[in-house]
């Protein structure tokens, strides 16, 4: 038990360390940056439309006319208080902004991981399992095929299909402008506006699942163990599931951990297509505007969406796999 706990304290560590630097970093690069610290922040456009009050306000807030270790302080404490700066495009903080967006990303790359890691590693297993068989052969075809697809190139043939040609799903957006929706009605909505994002998101990245799926079955099937489990007369489905599959099972969830941050950059690029209310939109509106600020807020938001995402996979591989904490 003591050594369960120390593991998980080792775990959390690095988890730490790695957010400790994307802070940092999000800090310096700004400051690093040839000329005053307010224009690499804010931009030569937002500077010119300043008040003279409220630039001295922005070098106040900032320290910037403070030693670095002093600035570096204000930026933590405001961090702490949920201060990420001011976005002059939407005026309003940089906070509101992104919490505004983040849970249509949350939602769509969230469920774009669990979709195409399950529908990879059941696909795998049964491939695996079948090994040379033409059902095996062409699912292997398909999803080689597949992997080579952009995200946001599958978006658009998927909107072109069922949103231009066929009409069936909506082309754009996250729910149907003044619907005025409410309970069911608006759940359905809601998923009717997300099938078609959802699955340019997941068609894409479920090729990394079922081929590491497939092949680590292919592996363990001639395990001495799968032998045993056949000698013993056990049935086909305990043996492809209960036994091979729950070892193929393990890389898959390594794989999609390792991907959490290739999702959620896909997920960026597939909600400028669809244009899907989410943290993709606001980039893209951000750079346009050369919002900085709001640039800056939303990569150390993603980041730590994606930080969290990976500990909480990790979380997972402990719980499936015990033996990994005695590795440590």
């Given at each position: 038990m003591r050594g369960d706990h120390f593991s998980k304290l080792g775990h959390a560590a690095n988890y730490l360390i790695a957010f400790s630097a994307i802070v940092c970093l999000n800090f310096l690069l700004p400051r690093l940056m040839p000329g005053d610290p307010l224009q690499a922040?804010?931009?030569?456009?937002?500077?010119?439309?300043?008040?003279?009050?409220?630039?001295?306000?922005?070098?106040?807030?900032?320290?910037?006319d403070q030693?670095?270790?002093?600035?570096?302080?204000?930026?933590?404490?405001?961090?702490?208080?949920?201060?990420?700066?001011?976005s002059y495009y939407y005026r309003a903080p940089v906070l509101k902004v992104v919490?505004?967006?983040?849970?249509?990303t949350l939602l769509l790359a969230g469920l774009a991981m669990v979709f195409s890691t399950l529908a990879g590693v059941l696909l795998g297993i049964e491939s695996g399992w079948r090994r040379s068989r033409p059902?095996?052969?062409?699912?292997?075809?398909?999803?080689?095929?597949?992997?080579?697809?952009?995200?946001?190139?599958?978006?658009?043939?998927?909107?072109?299909?069922?949103?231009?040609?066929?009409?069936v799903l909506p082309l754009a957006g996250a729910v149907?402008?003044?619907?005025?929706?409410?309970?069911?009605?608006?759940?359905?909505?809601?998923?009717?506006?997300?099938?078609?994002?959802?699955?340019?998101?997941?068609?894409?990245?479920?090729?990394?699942?079922?081929?590491?799926t497939r092949n680590t079955m292919i592996t363990t099937l001639g395990e001495s163990f799968i032998l045993t489990a056949r000698a013993?007369?056990?049935?086909?489905?305990?043996?492809?599931?209960?036994?091979?599959?729950?070892?193929?099972?393990?890389?898959?969830?390594?794989?999609?951990?390792?991907g959490a941050g290739r999702v959620f950059t896909g997920a960026l690029f597939v909600e400028v297509v669809f244009s899907y209310p989410g943290v993709?939109?606001?980039?893209?509106?951000?750079?346009?505007?050369?919002?900085?600020?709001?640039?800056?807020?939303?990569?150390?938001?993603?980041?730590?969406?994606?930080l969290l995402a990976n500990y909480l996979v990790d979380m997972a591989y402990v719980k499936?796999?015990?033996?990994?904490?005695h590795a440590h």
């Open positions: 922040i804010y931009g030569d456009e937002a500077l010119l439309g300043m008040t003279p009050e409220f630039k001295a306000e922005l070098v106040r807030r900032f320290s910037l030693p670095l270790v002093r600035q570096f302080g204000s930026y933590l404490l405001a961090l702490v208080r949920g201060d990420l700066g001011h919490l505004g967006a983040l849970p249509w059902g095996d052969q062409a699912m292997l075809a398909a999803f080689m095929c597949l992997s080579g697809f952009p995200d946001f190139f599958m978006g658009m043939l998927l909107l072109l299909v069922f949103g231009v040609a066929w009409g149907t402008p003044y619907a005025s929706l409410a309970g069911p009605a608006l759940v359905a909505d809601v998923l009717q506006h997300l099938a078609l994002p959802l699955a340019a998101l997941s068609l894409v990245h479920l090729s990394g699942s079922y081929l590491l013993k007369g056990l049935s086909d489905a305990v043996v492809r599931y209960r036994h091979a599959g729950r070892n193929a099972l393990l890389p898959a969830v390594t794989q999609a951990g390792i993709g939109g606001l980039i893209h509106t951000a750079l346009l505007a050369r919002d900085y600020p709001l640039l800056q807020g939303i990569l150390l938001m993603v980041a730590v969406a994606v499936l796999d015990p033996r990994v904490n």
